[in-house]
């Protein structure tokens, strides 16, 4: 087997098992999705606070 056809086989397996594990885990999946959500929403809170703070300088 060559090496791309070896690393296409490791992607496919990693695929395959986090595919099983997001089946499995329903709920850890939707607590991770909520975690990134909730963050990325602050983050753009934060920005915006910081530039009306700069903008009102």
């Known amino acids: 087997m060559d090496d791309k056809k070896f ?3 490791i992607q496919e ?3 395959e098992y986090f595919r099983r594990w997001r089946k499995n885990n329903p ?4 607590k991770q999705n ?3 959500w ?3 929403a602050m983050k753009r ?3 915006e606070t910081k530039d009306k703070a700069a903008s009102a300088e």
């Open 7 to 9: 690393e296409a086989a």
């Open 27 to 30: 709920d850890k999946v939707k």
């Open 34 to 36: 909520e975690n990134y």
């Open 38 to 40: 909730r963050k990325r």
């Open 13 to 15: 397996e990693k695929r």
């Open 45 to 47: 809170l934060e920005a």
